[in-house]
């Protein structure tokens, strides 16, 4: 399971397409931390809920967007390649989003800003992740796409 080496998947996924048993690991990351994320808490608040909503909206249109990335009908691996490209482009971006997020809130604390409760600065920060998460996701899925099977060692590690 690769964590931060974009171009060593990209090169793999290239070369030849992955099992379902290497693809299988990143599926249940998927599934567990979406589960997580989206479990109702004691004392949820309306922001709660539209953030349930509006991140249910991104990953589906951004799915449907890494879709036609892939190359859409006439694209190939698309779940391998969702899987495994999307867990390490999200788990880079979500560490980036941390790293904004601990100022951030540092910051608003500071201020005086109640941020105890969900409120719309969460849903800023976290729809923006999310949708950064796609866009690159997107544009490493028709990298792949676009590239001849020979075109290996011009994979980038760039995010």
């Keep these: 399971m690769y964590f931060f080496r974009l171009g060593s998947l990209k090169r793999q996924l290239n070369q030849r397409p992955a099992t379902d048993r290497e693809a299988l690991p990143y599926l249940l990351v998927y599934a567990g931390l979406g589960v997580l994320a989206t479990a109702p808490v004691p004392g949820s608040n309306a922001f709660d809920y539209a953030g349930v909503f509006g991140s249910t909206a991104i990953v589906v249109l951004g799915s449907l967007y890494a879709y036609r990335r892939n190359g859409g ?68 899925l028709a990298d792949l796409s676009r590239m001849p099977p020979e075109a290996n060692a011009d994979a980038t590690e760039a995010s």
């Excluded at 190939?76 to 790293?99: E, N, Y």
């Excluded at 969460?122 to 923006?128: E, F, M």
């Design 73 to 140: 009908a006439s694209g190939s691996q698309f779940l391998h390649r969702f899987f495994m490209v999307g867990w390490v482009v999200a788990l880079r971006w979500a560490l980036i989003g941390i790293a904004v997020a601990i100022p951030l809130y540092a910051g608003l604390d500071a201020a005086g800003i109640n941020i105890e409760p969900t409120s719309w600065w969460d849903l800023l920060l976290w729809w923006t992740v999310e949708t950064v998460i796609f866009l690159r996701l997107g544009h490493h």
